[in-house]
């Protein structure tokens, strides 16, 4: 069945490059998401990119979507302390109706 | 400009008692959903609701009923809570059919014992 695949935890120190990845099987996917949770908070939106499309960037936030080998991956540039959170990868899909389906998140650890 | 509201953030049941818990947006969205989110198993989809008067069954839907009278509000009942429903509920709201993404509410924290 569909599924969306992520890493559990990845740590970093303060100023480095953050590289997330995800990979996901439906290969009817029509948008991919990123969102970030922070503790005790719902999840906020941070990016989207539409599934023809290769790199969409915004601000210290790169995403990287390889269709072929269904793996996307979020870049987030000079990672400061406040970055630390969870993130997750979601796919939108065409099922007949569409779908949107989780990773289970990647806990981010930024280092000072 | 709240967005999404959760009503409880928290709530502790016993075992066979019954609750709902309220969510509200003010972004006049058409879709509205419940996920509940356990550790290391990411979101999973409960129940949703494509415009007011219409409910339809997701992934996880046993145990739980919805309502949506009225287009802002979408409810999510539990007739008799299981220990197996002790988790963080999430509502979230989109519109059309979400392309753009979905905001979500806080959570409701339940604790089922």
């Known amino acids: 069945g569909e599924d969306v695949e992520q890493s559990l935890f990845l740590s970093v120190r303060e100023g480095d490059s953050s590289v997330i990845n995800c990979t996901y099987t439906d290969s009817s996917s029509t948008y991919l998401y990123w969102y970030k949770q922070e503790p005790g908070a719902g999840l906020q939106l941070l990016t989207y990119?539409?599934?023809?499309?290769d790199m969409k960037q915004d601000q210290r936030l790169t995403v990287l979507l390889n269709k072929k080998d269904k793996h996307l991956s979020l870049r987030i540039a000079d990672t400061q302390t406040g970055d630390s959170a969870i993130y997750f990868c979601?796919?939108?899909?065409?099922?007949?109706?569409?779908?949107?389906?989780f990773g289970a998140g990647t806990r981010l650890f930024v280092k000072a | 400009n709240a967005g999404v509201t959760q009503t409880p953030k928290f709530r502790v049941l016993k075992t066979g008692q019954s609750m709902t818990l309220l969510c509200a947006q003010d972004m006049n969205h058409e879709y509205m959903y419940w996920y509940r989110q356990d550790p290391g198993m990411g979101l999973r989809l409960i129940h949703y609701?494509?415009?007011?008067?219409?409910?339809a069954k997701g992934e996880v839907p046993d145990g739980y009923n919805v309502s949506r009278l009225k287009k802002q509000n979408f409810l999510l009942g539990l007739e008799s809570a299981a220990p197996s429903q002790t988790s963080v509920y999430f509502c979230?709201?989109?519109?059309?059919?979400?392309?753009?993404?979905?905001?979500f509410g806080s959570g409701t924290r339940l604790t089922v014992v």
């Open positions: 609701s494509v415009g007011e008067g219409t409910t």
């Open positions: 990119i539409f599934s023809n499309m």
């Open positions: 979230a709201s989109s519109s059309l059919q979400g392309d753009y993404g979905y905001t």
């Open positions: 979601a796919e939108r899909y065409d099922t007949g109706g569409f779908k949107t389906i």
